[in-house]
């Protein structure tokens, strides 16, 4: 079966704007008969806070959210991304961030797009690198843009540049593995907050080159503080248990989105994606 997604980091509490796109992906998902799976992307533990994978799935329970399977953690899958890096052509890569901002760009490419540094160096060269710093490895991707269609959006095209795979501390890229665990979990429909939506031609090419059919996207808009700025707990009552609680945050949800409905199941009797907001929504304080 074919399903749909909501992929949480365990970098702390979930606030409202995680569980409206959390509740858009189910009613995307649940609208179409497809299945609905959730993943803990908690590779990075550098930003993973303690007890926060629990009490995200609670949460999301809590609001009325079911999903099928088991819940897929990323941190217990690092041979699947091992064995699909081994089939990618790919290239040592020794830059620094800011060596890369510093370097020159091709014309017409985007800011921060990789420069190409380490891409044809020599054994010599690479092997010199490595006694020096530990290496990160990039794809060689064979296209300068790639084109998705969403469903929101319509078609977007964007630059794809040789972009990390694996980082010099070991640790596999969000770009690799939200691919690879995408094809493993059947996963057809992809819906998140459209600040990802630039990333998206780099997965679906990813996707291609390892043998797979892109998605069908669906990037929906964010969640503004009251200072215009994407919301953070900087913005105070934020999060489930500070607003209230279900019976208040499921309304303000459904209000935000021209939904009827106090519950997730009450709400998919009304839901037409083309009927959805295309601006932003500046959470009430």
Known sequence: ??????????????????????????????????????????????????????????????????????????????????????????????CT????????????????????????????????????????????????????TDELHGRYTAAVDDFVLRRGDGTYAYNLAVVVDDAAQGVDQVVRGDDLLASAPRQAHLTELLGGTAPGYAHVPMVLGPTGVRLAKRDGAVTLAERGGPSVVLPEIAASLGLAGSTPQQMLAGFDPRSLPLQPWTLPV
């Open 1 to 94: 079966m074919t399903s749909g997604r909501y992929a949480p980091s365990p970098s702390g509490d979930l606030h409202v704007g995680n569980l409206r796109t959390a509740l858009l992906a189910w009613l995307f998902a649940r609208s179409t008969g497809r299945g609905f799976v959730m993943r803990v992307e908690d590779l990075d533990t550098g930003r993973t806070a303690d007890g926060a994978q629990d009490r995200q799935l609670a949460d999301l329970a809590a609001i009325g959210l079911d999903w099928d399977g088991a819940v897929v953690r990323q941190s217990e899958r690092t041979e699947l991304y091992a064995a699909a890096l081994e089939r990618l052509d790919t290239f040592e890569c020794f």
């Open 97 to 148: 961030r800011r060596e890369i901002l510093a370097a020159p760009s091709a014309p017409h490419a985007p800011e921060g797009a990789y420069p190409g540094t380490c891409r044809n160096l020599t054994q010599a060269q690479r092997a010199q690198r490595r006694r020096e710093r530990p290496a990160a490895v990039r794809l060689r991707s064979g296209v300068d843009t790639f084109t998705v």
